[in-house]
Structure formats: structure tokens, C-alpha cells
């Protein structure tokens, strides 16, 4: 039986989330400039996009580009935002064929204006696709999104909107930029490190996480596979004990 075969449809992650790592090191190995990585890390966006909507996944997002990595080289931040315009003016068709929804968090502001005309553009074209919503992070950390929902909360908690005590964690939810998807259940990091580098820090609270030492151009369907077989094996407790969940 083959991986896909072996998963169960039943227990397919709504909502997956990838930090997308290692095109610069698959590059170097192959002698070569680092955004020769991010031109091929983009095949694999296409593969796995493809893959999670196929299986059933609801939401996929994808860690693109943090707040951090604006302090890389110029030139290598120029090439990255001009692979994206690019991308996404070939690939809206396809998304369009495939019937996915294409949405973003992040600061975008601080997006080139090419760029963020483009993202509109894209958005707009797909706002009715509704196999999947793949969703970018751009320009995104979590720290951000906190600080701008605890700034929102500050705002209306001051203009008597909203009172100290209905500050709870459902409420926080709606304040961050992630309010209209559920949490992941599943984080993928590939390129062997083990970090979360300041991706959806509250979202996964309760998410399982899966590192894999391929690099992102390397990653696979079969890969994405790999994840979810692994997820499936696992028992999310959820601060219940082993017997409590088996009762259930
Ligand atoms: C991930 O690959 C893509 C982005 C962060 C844009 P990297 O560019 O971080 O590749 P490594 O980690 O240097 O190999
Ligand atoms: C995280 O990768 C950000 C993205 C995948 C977009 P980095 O390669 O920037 O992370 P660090 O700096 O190694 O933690
Ligand atoms: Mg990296």
C-alpha cells in the first residue's frame, strides 16, 4: 500500500501549516546562488498545494517570508518579492482551475507596492474558490500579529467597546490576523532545524509539530504524506490523560 493509500481520510488535518525552510542550503549544494533555491522551492509550493487539496485539506499556510528575513541582503529580498509577483501572476489560472482561494497574513504594508497590487489582484480573482484556502504568511511573525491585536484590544477596551474582563482567549483569537481559520493541528518544518522562528506562536498552542531534515525543494507529496501518517499515529490529550481520551 502506498503512503496515500494508508492514510486515513477521516483524519486529515483541516488546517496545515508549513515553514517552508532550506532553499538557500539546497542551492549552495548544488553550487549555485541562493534564490536559485527560492526559484525551486516555488515547484514545490505548487506540489504540496496540490497534494493538500487533494487529500482534503481545508486550509495550508505557508510561511513565505518573515519580519526577519527583511534584514537579509537587498539583493536577495528584491529577487524573493519579484519571484512572488511573478508566481503569482502564472499561477492565479491554475488556482482558478483548481478552485483554491488564495489569502495572506502579514504586515503587507511594508510590501513593495508592485507586489501588494499583485496580491490584491490575485486575491480578488479568487475570493469564490472553495476546495482550500492556501494562505501565505508574508512579511509575517507572531509577534507582530500580538502586538497589533494587543494595540486593537488596547483601542477598544479605551473607547469602552470592550470591557477588561471580556479579555479571554477567544477573544484574543478574533484580534489576530488569523480569526477566520482554525488552528492548525499539524506544523511542518522542513531543513532539519528545530525552531519555530516567530511563525504562529499562540495558533499552535496545541498543535502537533513534524520536522524533516529535507530541504523545502526537496520536499514531496509523498513527503506531506509522511507528516500526516505520522500525525495520525499520535494521540493529542490535550492536558487529559491517555485513559480519558480512549473513553472518549
Ligand atoms: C526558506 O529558505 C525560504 C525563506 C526564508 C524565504 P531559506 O532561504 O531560509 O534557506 P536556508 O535556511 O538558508 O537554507
Ligand atoms: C523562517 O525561515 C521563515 C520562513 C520560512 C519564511 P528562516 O530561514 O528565516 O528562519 P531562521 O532565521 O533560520 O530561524
Ligand atoms: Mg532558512
Known sequence: ??????????????????????????????????????????????????????????????????????????????????????????????????????????NLNDLPEKCQKQLEQTMAETQNNTRMHLVLALSYSAKWDLVQAIKKIAVDTRNGKLKEDEINDQLIDKYLSTNWMPHPELLIRTSGEKRISNFLLWEIAYSELYFTDKLWPDFTKEDLYQAILDFQNRERRFGKTSEQISNQ
Not at 511573478?86 to 495572506?104: A, G, H, V, W, Y
Open 1 to 106: 500500500m502506498n503512503l496515500k493509500e494508508k492514510m486515513d481520510p477521516v483524519k486529515i488535518p483541516e488546517h496545515i501549516a508549513i515553514i517552508m525552510d532550506g532553499n538557500g542550503r539546497w542551492a549552495k549544494g548544488k553550487g549555485k546562488f541562493r534564490i536559485f533555491g527560492h526559484q525551486n522551492g516555488v515547484g514545490t509550493v505548487k506540489s504540496i498545494t496540490e497534494a493538500a487539496a487533494e487529500i482534503g485539506v481545508k486550509y495550508l499556510t505557508l510561511y513565505a517570508f518573515s519580519t526577519e528575513n527583511w534584514n537579509r541582503p537587498k539583493l536577495e529580498v528584491r529577487a524573493l518579492m519579484e519571484l512572488l509577483v511573478d508566481t503569482m501572476r502564472k499561477e492565479t489560472p491554475t488556482l482558478m482551475k483548481n478552485n483554491i482561494r488564495l489569502s495572506f497574513i502579514g
